[in-house]
């Protein structure tokens, strides 16, 4: 039976959505579904940014650029022991502004890491605005593709498109596989997406007025329900 191990790399945007990884967490009966409630409360196990010794983690990813090398590392560890697990890592375009990143890249490939899946989300954003405003890293695809790796470039907003290239990586010898998932982010928040020129940070807790948001139907019921979240978390903590 293949085993995956999934890495959150520290970069720019995704390092963040390590939240995944505990709602994934979960379902596995790692965590619970009250300590998931707690994300970011004084005291709980549920971090943005976890580190080595939390339930579920082995290291620590940052800073930034080194996730990616690590993931590397411990693919070629499974691969010299024989082992069918498969290594995923996930980070943003903004993280390919990092030297150690290309550094991974060439590693992989010349070990033929064919059990180790890069997913970069190919968003063109940063903390600090356009990924390729601060430093433009396309084409990605061709990038990957001459460093050795077998590369694919999807709609990363499809489920299909996604489940096709796992597809595809699980099939692939004697090279590692990259995923540049093509991302719009908040899809389906259009206030959001039309509004929101860089994802670092969004304000909660009655924030909303930073000038960024303009208000449309529905709105209301969606700040309701989150402020409804907030007073819970608020309650327990």
């Known amino acids: 039976m293949e085993m995956v191990g999934i890495m959150t790399a520290s970069s720019i945007q995704t390092g963040h959505d390590t939240i995944i990884n505990f709602a994934a967490m979960v379902e596995m009966g790692i965590y619970s579904m009250e300590e998931l409630r707690t994300m ?20 620590t990813s940052g800073s930034l650029g080194t996730g990616v090398s690590q993931a590397a590392g411990i693919a070629l560890g499974e691969h010299m022991k024989g082992s069918d697990k498969r290594i995923i890592c996930l980070l943003s375009d903004g993280e390919l502004h990092e030297g150690s990143v290309w550094e991974a890249f060439m590693f992989a490939a010349h070990y033929r890491l064919s059990n180790f899946v890069v997913i970069i989300d190919n968003n063109d954003l940063g903390a600090t605005g356009k990924t390729s405003d601060v430093m433009a890293v ?22 299909p498109e996604i489940l096709e290239s796992f597809e595809e990586a699980r099939n692939t010898k004697d090279q590692p596989y990259a995923m540049i998932a093509d991302t719009k982010i908040f899809t389906g928040i259009k206030v959001y997406q039309d509004a929101i020129p860089f994802a670092h940070f969004v304000g909660a807790n009655g924030r909303w007025d930073t000038g960024f948001l303009e208000w449309e139907p529905g709105w209301q019921e969606i700040l309701g329900t ?12």
């Open 138 to 159: 396309e084409p990605v695809r061709k990038k990957m593709a001459a460093f050795g790796f077998k590369a694919r470039q999807i709609n990363g907003n499809s489920i």
């Open 40 to 59: 970011g409360a004084d005291g709980s196990p549920i971090d943005q940014s976890p580190i080595e010794g939390a339930r579920g983690f082995e290291i």
């Open 226 to 237: 989150i402020e409804g979240l907030e007073n819970e978390l608020a309650a327990l903590g």
